[in-house]
């Protein structure tokens, strides 16, 4: 079976401060993919990012990093210096060989100017 | 053009009504999915169809009906409904066989159903 937590329901910072949303999972797979993808108020789901579980190395994109420690079974997603356009609600996703895409329920992020 | 395009984006129904959800992706993607996402919650799978043929389904039930005229065209058809299927319906692309791993979802933004 394959699960996704996310255990930060909702996160409010002010705008230029950084934050981390939490993503755990659990797989029997061993080769999988790990997604993140943020849903703005308008309720398309938008991609960011999608790493294989060979690859460990941390990726920065922008203000955008992502923390993939296989040893925890953690893909973490940084926002550095915050904006208002961040808000939105970012959901953690994996998908093993053969299965579903299953996600995450998902953080909130409000970030107040 | 990478975009998925769903109408309406607003439905109010009733529950004897007939309805049908429309989606369409001019990316050359040969899978399409039906996603179902309630309030406050991530999205659902429902149904999977790969180079047209129905590959999955979620053990939905019959008053959803999903048909995939062509690869590019994807439609839900709604009859019978129950005010609990009030949610967001999210239709989403990919390019290769549904089944591939590593394949990248790219989702519209909705139809927000109402039942009544």
């Known amino acids: 079976a394959q699960k996704v937590t996310q255990a930060q329901t909702e996160i409010s910072v002010v705008e230029k401060e950084d934050v981390t949303l939490d993503c755990v999972y659990e797989?029997?797979?061993?080769?999988?993919?790990l997604f993140w993808y943020k849903q703005p108020p308008s309720g398309e789901l938008v991609f960011l990012i999608r790493?294989?579980?060979?690859?460990?190395q941390n990726e920065i994109s922008g203000r955008y990093s992502w923390n993939f420690q296989k040893s925890t079974s953690s893909f973490n997603f940084t926002i550095t210096a915050s904006q208002v356009v961040d808000s939105a609600v970012y959901f953690c996703a994996l998908r093993g060989y053969g299965n579903k895409l299953v996600f995450g329920a998902g953080t909130i992020l409000r970030v107040k100017s | 053009d990478t975009e998925v395009t769903q109408t309406p984006k607003h439905l109010v129904m009733g529950m004897t009504n007939k309805k049908s959800l429309k989606c369409e992706q001019h990316m050359g993607h040969r899978a399409m999915y039906w996603y179902k996402q309630k309030a406050k919650k991530p999205p659902e799978l429902m149904f999977v169809?790969?180079?047209?043929?129905?590959?999955i389904n979620e053990s939905v039930p019959s008053r959803f009906s999903p048909e995939c005229p062509n690869s590019s065209l994807l439609n839900l058809h709604l009859h019978a409904l129950q005010p609990e299927d009030s949610a967001l319906y999210l239709c989403?692309?990919?390019?290769?066989?549904?089944?591939?791993?590593?394949?990248?979802?790219?989702f519209g933004s909705g139809t927000q159903l109402s039942v009544l």
């Open positions: 790493r294989n579980s060979f690859d460990e």
């Open positions: 797989t029997r797979d061993t080769t999988y993919y």
């Open positions: 169809y790969s180079y047209e043929k129905l590959s």
């Open positions: 989403a692309s990919s390019q290769e066989a549904a089944k591939a791993t590593n394949e990248k979802l790219f």
